[in-house]
């Protein structure tokens, strides 16, 4: 029961960092215009990425794959709030 418990948290533990990888390279890359108020997001899109591949797939290949998931699906939800704030900002006339 505890070994359990110990493993679900480090897994929760390495979800939430590599949640918070993506905000972070965007707000590097943007000299920390990423918006403090997506990082939230940015953790818990990590966290919910991480916690649906086991679901799907619960051998190695899908511990393998939610680590993967639990990068990509902030990397995306950044880069789509990126693409819409850009296209609210663009003049009508302009595209």
Wanted: hydrophobic share 60%; no cysteine; aromatic share 10%.
């Amino acid at each position: 029961m505890l070994f359990d418990l110990l493993f679900i948290t480090l897994y929760v533990l390495g979800w939430l960092a590599l949640g918070f990888l993506p905000w972070l390279a965007l707000s590097v890359i943007t000299r920390g215009n990423a918006g403090l108020r997506y990082l939230p997001l940015s953790m818990g899109a990590g966290v919910v990425g991480g916690l649906v591949v086991p679901f799907i797939r619960d051998d190695e290949l899908g511990l393998i794959l939610s680590f993967v998931v639990a990068l990509a699906l902030p990397t995306l939800l950044l880069a789509a709030q990126r693409v819409a704030l850009r296209l609210r900002a663009e003049p009508r006339g302009e595209r």
